[in-house]
């Protein structure tokens, strides 16, 4: 495994290029940070850096892995409506960031994503911390080709609130062979 130095220009360039290809960034960033003190925090910060609108919840990661993500984002006053709800743009926001940073670590070298189409069914008032979960399917290659990702948004009592389906077209990087 390899370690992730910010002095290290390797880890420079994957920034660089994280439009590009960003799966090499997104595995050295959390396979190295989370297991350190702080490191989730950290990850997380530099992952709404790189998407300033989703990162406007201020998105906490929990966990990354194969196939997997979750995502929590806390009950504070900027993610609120006017009726003290958790907003549904808040919703959308957070659910985008989980599938996003979800497959950010699942795809492969040499790929890049981008969002293509979003559905979002509202079901319950948020009303705490919001925890959202992301199950990616396997991505063997970077050919072209459309993904949905579900996400799944709970309150703190594992009540369901919302659901995003995101879909997202996978292809090769820029300069790809």
Not at 109 to 131: C, E, P, T, W
Not at 144 to 154: A, D, H, K
């Amino acid at each position: 495994m390899t370690a992730f130095n910010v002095k290290s220009p390797n880890w420079l360039r994957d920034v660089r290029n994280i439009a590009d290809a960003p799966g090499r960034a997104f595995r050295r960033g959390w396979d190295s940070l989370s297991r350190l003190p702080g490191g989730k925090r950290i990850f997380s910060q530099l992952a709404g850096r790189l998407a300033p609108f989703s990162g406007a919840v201020h998105p906490q990661v929990l966990e990354l892995g194969k196939g997997y993500g979750r995502v929590r984002m806390p009950y504070h006053r900027r993610v609120l409506n006017h009726i003290g709800c958790v907003h549904a743009a808040a919703f959308f926001d957070l659910g985008e960031f989980t599938a996003i940073t979800t497959l950010g670590y699942n795809i492969p070298d040499g790929a890049r994503l981008i969002v293509s189409g979003a559905q979002i069914r509202y079901l319950k008032k948020g009303r705490s911390d919001v925890l959202a979960i992301c199950e990616c399917p396997p991505i063997e290659s970077a050919e072209r080709r459309e993904f949905e990702l579900p996400v799944r948004m709970e309150n703190q009592d594992g009540e369901l609130l919302a659901e995003l389906k995101l879909n997202v077209l996978v292809g090769p990087a820029k300069g790809a062979a």
